[in-house]
């Protein structure tokens, strides 16, 4: 288990890469598919950020 600095720095880091892929992966998506699934593109940010 990762402590104190360092281990506060692999998290933000690997938060900040979730957030990229789903941003990645939801912007992949056509506008239907993301309404199939309640979204519109002005979500994508905030759902990245979840």
Do not use: K, P, Q, Y
């Amino acid at each position: 288990m990762h402590t104190g600095f360092f281990g506060s720095l692999v998290s933000i880091v690997a938060n900040w890469n979730d957030a990229r892929v789903t941003r990645n992966a939801l912007s992949r998506l056509s506008d239907r598919e993301l309404d199939d699934i309640g979204l519109c593109r002005g979500d994508i940010e905030e759902m990245s950020r979840r």
